[in-house]
């Protein structure tokens, strides 16, 4: 199933009935960036062709706004680099609602959300985001690595991290790994690799954590890895074929 489709609802859609900045454009108005929010422009053309028929296409851009000096830019990590190099300590970001903002890249995807101080990274990116592959099992203990995502290139229990420390933060998922097709997702389905599955993402993250840091890892340096993870229908077998088949095929590149 696609990152983009589940049930007939799409994750974009989802994003924009909750408010949430995705992909550098601005969605919905709960979330928005109060002060460095996109403002949408449409841009009209009038193509007149041969056969004196006319054709008008509009395109829509999205623009950010600094709040100090109103200047406006692209993206939102343009806004961003120009707000650290200019306005250092001039203020911090809030949403409509007054809380802090974190801008996030996720599976290579930008993305802004306005968060409460006491939000986990696991809820922000399972319960505010939709990342589904976040899971919970051991209800925030940090004891059973289904929540774990690669943050900044290494394997992080989500449910221990707080949202407000990871501004900035470069987070992979299992949806980007699978929408990348990554080698550990063949890997993972021809070694039965799982049963009930629910386990699973925490795996396949923790093991490309594993493969960009040791591109050839023996047997011990992924049962090390993959220690934290816990598997309730006992498949811990299976990982270890398949982890090294994916690293033979990933070839030492991350």
């Not at 925030?140 to 004891?143: F, H, L, M």
């Not at 021809?190 to 599955?197: A, E, F, V």
């Given at each position: 199933m696609s990152e983009e489709t589940k049930k007939g609802l799409s994750r974009r859609q989802f994003l924009k009935d909750a408010g949430i900045v995705v992909g550098g454009t601005a969605i919905g108005s709960s979330i928005f960036f109060a002060a460095c929010k996109g403002d949408t422009t449409e841009i009209t053309k009038t193509v007149t062709k041969t056969d004196t028929t006319t054709k008008t296409e509009t395109k829509t851009t999205t623009k950010y706004q600094c709040p100090f000096d109103n200047q406006e830019f692209d993206s939102l990590s343009a806004l961003k680099a120009h707000m650290e190099s200019a306005h250092a300590g001039e203020g911090?970001?809030?949403?409509?609602?007054?809380?802090?903002?974190?801008?996030?890249?996720?599976?290579?995807?930008?993305?802004?959300?306005?968060?409460?101080p006491e939000w986990s990274l696991?809820?922000?990116l399972h319960d505010i985001l939709g990342f589904a592959s976040i899971k919970d099992m051991c209800t925030?203990?940090?004891?059973c690595g289904?929540?774990?995502?690669?943050?900044?290139?290494?394997?992080?229990?989500?449910?221990?991290?707080l949202a407000s420390e990871c501004d900035g933060a470069v987070i992979e998922t299992a949806e980007g790994l699978a929408r990348d097709n990554h080698p550990l997702i063949d890997a993972?389905?021809?070694?039965?690799?799982?049963?009930?599955?629910?386990?699973t993402p925490g795996f396949v993250t923790t093991a490309k954590a594993l493969i960009d840091r040791i591109p050839n890892p023996t047997e011990d340096d992924i049962k090390e890895a993959l220690a934290g993870n816990l598997c309730r229908c006992g498949t811990y077998p299976q990982h270890i074929p398949a982890v090294l088949e994916a690293a033979s095929k990933v070839g030492g590149s991350k």
């Open positions: 911090t970001i809030v949403d409509s609602a007054g809380n802090d903002v974190v801008s996030l890249t996720i599976n290579n995807e930008e993305y802004a959300v306005g968060i409460q696991q809820y922000l925030g203990y940090g004891a289904t929540c774990t995502a690669v943050v900044d290139g290494r394997p992080a229990l989500t449910c221990m991290m993972y389905v021809k070694y039965d690799c799982m049963q009930c599955g629910f386990c």
